[in-house]
């Protein structure tokens, strides 16, 4: 059967504060803002919405079926070419990251956090 949406164009981030937020995106992770929304080049772009409370930015879901009883899965990763050096530069730029891990022997990855609470996934695949 023929796919009758396309891809995936945009991602709608939940934020408490726009600007605080422009500008944590591209000091610690390098975002170009266009003034519309971040366009990374490859994926949706992400566009910022304003929502009312902490409670409304969430990321994430509980699961008894990746990590354990109750996991707290992400909803969003971001592949990365390097993943040792990504990891040592949001640690170095401040950003509060996971322990770096391998599994299953074929991926890498680690769980970081925005100034939002937003929870995010950084993976690479092992050849």
Known sequence: MKNVVGYMDILYLPVLDIEETIKWYQEKLGFHWNGICFDLGKGPAIMLVTVDSEEDVKL???TDHWEGKNYEMHLLSFKSD??????????????SVSELKTYDENRKNFRFYDLNGNRFDVWQPIP
């Open 60 to 62: 994430t879901y509980k």
């Open 82 to 95: 390097n993943i040792e050096e990504t990891y040592k530069t949001l640690k170095e730029r401040g950003v």
